[in-house]
């Protein structure tokens, strides 16, 4: 399948509508994904992106049925991962001399994967492709999401290939993102940037703001991943300035995991506590052992707080809470305050253990914690209740 999206340029990519883990299992993707290429028929053609290598001999033979694969000058890899290069191979069996223009982290990437000397072409900000009448213009954007990421830009059209960039794990077959459910793209949007593009925020600001200096006209954003922005497009820059500067709803979540309750009632009270301090605040807990933990991460990322809770096992905490703490931490949220709770029958260490990883990922621990012997009576749970409205008012200061 293919279509055009303005005049010359084409979508030949690949809607994977099983897909439901990405970057190995580390993210789910409930919706499945897309992996978008493009192919741009000038007086020049160039192809921009492949995609992920289980659907190599699929790209190439659809590739193959738009274009004599001979008649393809240019093939843009504005990325090396996996996901976007995976039909490399396959493609470069077929046209082994084309030039492949990357950045000089491309080159690496690429040939670290592959180890394959293809005609590498490296580019840098600025540089310019002609491809008859219209150019590529190439911008560099290391770490959005890997080193050798770049974005390619086509003049007369105005067009943004922006690679991952206001991407989404988003598979439909409207591929337009006036003509999708717009509360599932924007779940997808926020839950893409919380997981992925969180720790690299400050330099997508950044990116954004040169880009935006260089005063090109705007039409459409055909991302790498889900939607192509053509309707108000700069409604998803908007909204990755919002998120990149240290985004918070007015949100508290309670995150633990359980053994025989005892901790799932401390977090029950403490967030009963909360809302009878402030019954403005949204709060939400969740089970980690029983929530998909990137949808966990969203909601941590929408917090302006969190609790983290865990009962004391081995000396050690659960597992499940350690995985999550592990995935905060490399996240590097900022300006977030936090909390820990748990049960525990004789040593009790979790919740030292909770508040030092949560001091270590830059969180504000702004109380020593909650620890509670065996499970919580009536005592308890007045003190559950106590800890969970002092929390919600010492937030606000
Ligand atoms: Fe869609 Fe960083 O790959």
New binding site residues.
């Given amino acids: 399948m293919s279509f055009k999206i303005k005049n010359n340029v084409f979508w030949v990519g690949k809607t994977d509508w099983e897909l439901r883990k990405f970057h190995g299992d580390e993210y789910s993707t409930h919706r499945g994904s897309t992996y978008n290429a493009y192919l741009i028929k000038e007086e020049k053609v160039a192809l921009v992106e492949t995609v992920w290598a289980p659907y190599s001999e699929e790209f190439v033979a659809n590739l193959a049925k738009e274009i004599d694969l001979n008649k393809i000058d240019y093939v843009i890899a504005n ?1 090396a ?1 996996i ?2 290069s995976g039909a490399f191979p396959e493609l470069m069996r077929h046209i082994p001399d084309t030039p492949i223009y990357c950045t000089k982290n491309g080159v690496k990437s690429l040939k670290g994967h592959y180890h394959q000397d293809w005609n590498f072409n490296i580019v840098k900000t600025g540089d310019r492709l002609s491809l008859g009448k219209k150019e590529l213009i190439f911008v560099e954007a290391p770490m959005l ?2 080193p050798d990421t770049m974005f390619c830009y086509l003049t007369e059209d105005e067009i943004l290939f922006s690679n ?1 960039a206001f991407g989404q794990h988003y598979a439909t077959e409207y591929m337009f993102n006036d003509l999708v459910d717009q509360t599932e793209l924007f779940h997808e949007c926020i839950k893409y940037y919380a997981n992925i593009l969180t720790p690299f925020s400050p330099l997508v600001i950044k990116k954004i703001k040169e880009v935006l200096s260089f005063n090109l006209p705007l039409e459409i954003i055909c991302t ?2 889900g939607v192509i922005w053509r309707e108000n497009p700069g409604q998803i820059v908007e909204k990755y300035l919002e998120w990149a500067n240290d985004y918070q709803e007015n949100q508290i979540t309670i995150i633990y995991d359980t053994m025989w309750n005892g901790t799932r009632m401390m977090a029950e009270k403490i967030a009963y506590g909360i809302k009878d301090a402030d019954k403005e605040v949204n709060v939400k807990l969740f089970n980690l052992a029983k929530t998909d933990k990137n949808d966990v991460i969203t909601e941590v990322f929408k917090s302006k707080a969190i609790l983290v809770g865990s009962p004391t096992i081995n000396r050690g905490i659960l597992v499940s809470v350690a995985g999550i703490l592990e995935q905060i931490k490399g996240l590097k949220f900022k300006n977030k305050k936090a909390a820990a709770f748990g049960c525990y029958g004789w040593s009790g260490e979790s919740v030292k253990i909770i508040s030092a990883v949560l001091e270590e990922s830059g969180f504000d621990v702004i109380d020593e914690g909650l620890r509670m012997m065996w499970n919580p009576d009536d005592e308890g749970i007045t003190k559950c209740v106590e800890f969970g409205k002092k929390f919600a008012t010492d937030i606000s200061f």
């Fill in positions: 990325h991962e996901d976007h999401h890997w991952d790498s991943h």
